[in-house]
């Protein structure tokens, strides 16, 4: 058990920028008291997140929605907040030029323009000290013959092999897949092959990062997840909950089962490293932004806490006897233990609050910024 709880005491969990702005549907952006209004307030924000579970030290960025005059100020108030920025996330889906795609886009002049934003993304990564940088392409077509299929994947490949030259020793970048949306007939990344192919080509500094939303429903995430982990080719994971398309609803409140499950091939297959990020990708649309990102880091500590509890003795030699009955108990024995107390007393031990819900209720900091933030524009999609 003291294994358990070291692993679990280790574990490093980021947190999304835009988490904490204001979001909605394509319909409707609900506007939240107390949102924050710049990338400081972000920041000050993502901290309280890691004040109350001590398992998310570093916060996403996204550009231009955090852009800022001074990165390295940016990053020095992180610091100074006791969270560190962590994957610089591109963005070449809100401007107009790129109706028809970004690095894919049949005119010359929108891929440099969105290429250069992705150099631009590596000099802020120098600027804050971020090794990562987090790639996603909404491209791709909505009709048949609006393109030509295989030039948009050699016009991907050429903008991805200047990305890659341009990183430092010590980054990489991590290549998104998404199976539709707001593509509908063919997305130019659209599964975890064509990501994988495009960062085998580049080599080691380009992987895959697995968003848990971005499947077709009844994918087996798990197999994808053990087998880029097989290759060495899993760079991370964009965690959130969905029960149709890309919700990117709590992690682990749709669907907690398959988080034990993806959390376990990561366990078992040497991924409970630094090497791979775990990260969160949702958006708090209806709930309170701060809270909703302490019960996601919650989910995921307790999905993880179940996947360590695995007796893999046991599991293997049931499977190597051909148990099946046998194998799923072991399996099903470790989802179904009540892991909240094992979390409690790491956290305990941490000289954290046992309950981080309910210690951040208490604190005051919501009543406190929804005092202080009144004028001003809020932070939401595009700001």
């Excluded at 920025?85 to 440099?112: E, K």
């Excluded at 080599?203 to 982990?229: C, M, R, S, W, Y």
Aim: charged share 25%.
């Amino acid at each position: 058990m003291s294994d358990i709880k070291a692993a679990l005491l280790a574990q490093a969990i980021e947190t999304p920028s835009w988490a904490y702005g204001n979001s909605g549907t394509r319909f409707k952006v609900f506007a939240q008291r107390g949102v924050p209004r710049d990338p400081y307030e972000k920041l000050a924000d993502a901290a309280q997140v890691h004040a109350f579970t001590g398992a998310a030290p570093s916060v996403a960025l996204h550009i231009p929605w955090d852009k800022v005059d001074d990165y390295a100020d940016l990053a020095a108030h992180a610091s100074n907040l006791g969270v560190r920025i962590g994957a610089i996330n591109s963005n070449v889906f809100q401007d107009d030029d790129y109706m028809l795609g970004s690095v894919t886009s049949p005119d010359a002049q929108v891929r440099r323009k969105a290429t250069d934003h992705l150099l631009e993304c590596v000099d802020i990564m120098d600027a804050t000290g971020s090794d990562t940088l987090k790639l996603w392409f909404s491209d791709g077509t909505n009709y048949p013959g609006q393109d030509d299929i295989r030039s948009r994947q050699d016009r991907l490949a050429e903008s991805l092999a200047e990305v890659y030259d341009r990183l430092g020793e010590h980054q990489r970048f991590l290549l998104e897949y998404k199976l539709f949306e707001p593509a509908f007939y063919t997305t130019d990344v659209p599964d975890w092959g064509t990501a994988y192919a495009h960062c085998v080509k580049l080599g080691p500094k380009a992987q895959v990062v697995v968003d848990t939303g971005h499947h077709a429903p009844g994918t087996n995430i798990e197999f994808i997840v053990a087998f880029l982990l097989r290759e060495g080719k899993l760079g991370g994971f964009d965690f959130n909950s969905r029960f149709y398309a890309d919700d990117d609803l709590m992690a682990g409140a749709a669907d907690p089962f398959q988080l034990f499950r993806i959390m376990f091939e990561v366990v078992r297959g040497g991924g409970y490293t630094e090497d791979v990020a775990f990260m969160l990708d949702q958006c708090h649309n209806i709930e309170p932004k701060i809270a909703g990102q302490i019960r996601s880091v919650m989910n995921v500590q307790e999905a993880t806490a179940k996947a360590l509890l695995v007796d893999r003795a046991a599991l293997a030699a049931a499977q190597s006897a051909g148990d099946v009955l046998g194998a799923n108990g072991v399996f099903m024995d470790a989802y179904n233990t009540d892991v909240r107390p094992l979390l409690a007393e790491v956290r305990a031990e941490r000289g954290l609050d046992p309950d981080p819900m309910a210690a951040y209720a208490r604190s005051g900091y919501f009543e406190k910024i929804a005092a202080e933030r009144v004028g001003g524009a809020q932070a939401g999609w595009g700001a």
